[in-house]
């Protein structure tokens, strides 16, 4: 069992930056794979970043790529998104997920799930 909890959301203007953390409980971040993914008020769940388990390479949604980045803190047992040069159309709720075996970008793969934070962009 996994317990996650984002936290890090906010209001910020266009251009501007911000990090999401993830904090895990219950096993190692680097025993599973975290995902974030972010799901807008009419549109469906959408992968945003993958940290897989182990040493595999980290994966990102075409639409944030050389903007966002994934990280891994073991020692404080959380992930990062650090997203920069917003957009308004990156605004939404963002989760992180983890699965035990899966490292794909598929959101029903994931087993665990966090409360998601909230991030607005405005223009």
């Known amino acids: 069992q996994v317990q996650l909890v984002e936290s890090g959301g906010g209001l910020v203007q266009a251009g501007g930056s911000l990090r999401l953390s993830c904090a895990a409980s219950?096993?190692?971040?680097?025993?599973?794979?975290i995902a974030w993914f972010r799901q807008a008020t009419v549109k469906g769940r959408e992968f945003v970043a993958l940290?897989?388990?182990?040493?595999?390479?980290?994966q990102y949604a075409d639409s944030v790529k050389d903007r966002f980045t994934i990280s891994r803190d073991n020692a404080e047992n959380t992930v990062y998104l650090q997203m920069n040069s917003l957009k308004p159309g990156d605004t939404a709720v963002y989760y992180c997920?983890?699965?035990?075996?899966?490292?794909?970008?598929?959101?029903?793969?994931?087993?665990?799930w966090g409360q998601g934070t909230r991030v607005t962009v405005f223009s």
């Open positions: 940290m897989p388990w182990g040493d595999s390479n980290t």
């Open positions: 997920a983890a699965c035990a075996f899966c490292t794909g970008t598929y959101w029903p793969d994931y087993d665990w």
């Open positions: 219950g096993r190692s971040v680097s025993s599973v794979s």
